[in-house]
């Protein structure tokens, strides 16, 4: 029974916070990896690019509410979910049109892309800020369990609870859907095929008539679309506030790299690396020792490694490990 009651404690607090944000981190990650591995920079404003879809989102979700709309058991947000979509891939469109269609008419070198991304990251987020204000957000609603504790200990008799959030499911959900539709259309039509082999050789591409602005194009609002639904997951899993999108650029990037850089296979694994290293480390160990281990040997102390205030180190310090040993990722993707 002990052992049951460490696996359902070990589900709750490791397993499926790490899998729900390691999908969160999936897509965010897909977005990065996308415009680096086509448009050949490093976005910086990515997570900013998430928090204005997000904010988006909210505003959309406050105004159907407000109309009487809501979407039953799941949460309104989704039903506001493609507005959000589309008022990020105008503003991506047109932040490229302002911004970065100038550099590529020069050939501009890689380094002054990443930092001009790094000026649009700054005007997003004060952007941001100015849209939705700087305090944390709820904008779920609906039913908040899938599976509530107390239902569970009802139905089990276990002493360990298990509680299942529906965002947690509506992650996982979400996330395999919109990884399946982003596969199909790369490998599938003829736009897709198009940006891989944009991706594998510009020059050659151009020769066989590819029309790098419509790949361009295809692109931004792909990176829209996977921006605006990691952001909004992350939200309704966590709260919203615009300056924590900032602070996710970290682990996102770290996410991309440890994968592979170039490589969308490379950034669903990393996702999941880096949201599992970070659970792990900063999980206190002790509910599930005290449960596998006899009494006398019962850990005192939390056994946890590190902080939970200290998550994105983790990511960080995997970030600088995989540069020094492997900087083409798991995947082998394109070397920083």
């Known amino acids: 029974m002990d052992i049951l009651n460490a696996f359902v404690a070990l589900l709750n607090f490791v397993v499926i916070p790490g899998a729900t944000y390691g999908a969160q981190l999936a897509l965010g990650a897909l977005g990065v990896t996308l415009v680096y591995g086509i448009l050949r920079f490093s976005n910086f404003a990515h997570g900013d690019t998430m928090a204005f879809g997000t904010a988006a989102t909210i505003l959309v ?3 159907l509410t407000a109309a009487g709309i809501t979407f039953g058991p799941l949460p309104t947000a989704l039903l506001a979910l493609p507005f959000g979509i589309a008022a990020t891939i105008a503003l ?3 932040t490229d049109r302002l911004v970065y269609r100038f550099y590529r008419r020069v050939k501009a070198a890689p380094v002054i892309f990443v930092m001009v991304s790094m000026g649009v990251m700054f005007v997003m987020n004060g952007l941001n ?18 599976i509530t504790a107390k239902g569970f200990r009802d139905a089990t008799g276990l002493a360990e609870p298990l509680a299942l959030r529906m965002t947690q499911v509506i992650t996982l959900v979400t996330a395999a859907i919109a990884v399946a539709l982003l596969f199909w259309f790369l490998n599938r039509t003829r736009t897709g095929k198009s940006m891989r082999a944009f991706s594998d050789n510009e020059d050659l591409a151009l020769l066989s008539g590819i029309n790098p602005d419509h790949v361009v194009r295809v692109t931004w609002m792909i990176v829209a679309a996977l921006a605006t639904t990691a952001g909004v997951l992350y ?6 506030k ?8 970290l682990p996102i990037f770290a996410s991309a790299v440890v994968g592979g850089l170039g490589n969308p296979v490379g950034a669903i694994a990393g996702g999941f690396v ?6 792990t480390v900063t999980y206190a160990w002790k509910k599930v020792a005290t449960y596998l281990l006899p ?3 019962a850990p005192e102390g939390l056994m946890q490694l590190m902080g939970t205030d200290y998550k994105f180190a983790v990511s960080f310090a995997i970030l600088v490990v995989v540069l020094l040993i492997r900087p083409t990722g798991i995947f082998k993707g ?3």
């Open 295 to 297: 009494e006398s040997l």
């Open 92 to 94: 991506l469109l047109g």
């Open 129 to 146: 800020r100015f849209i939705i204000g700087v305090g944390d957000i709820n904008f779920v609603d609906g039913e908040r369990f899938l």
């Open 274 to 279: 880096i949201a599992f290293s970070e659970v």
């Open 334 to 336: 394109k070397s920083v």
């Open 235 to 240: 939200g309704l899993d966590k709260s919203f």
């Open 61 to 63: 979700t406050w105004g």
């Open 242 to 249: 615009a300056f924590t999108y900032f602070q996710l650029l």
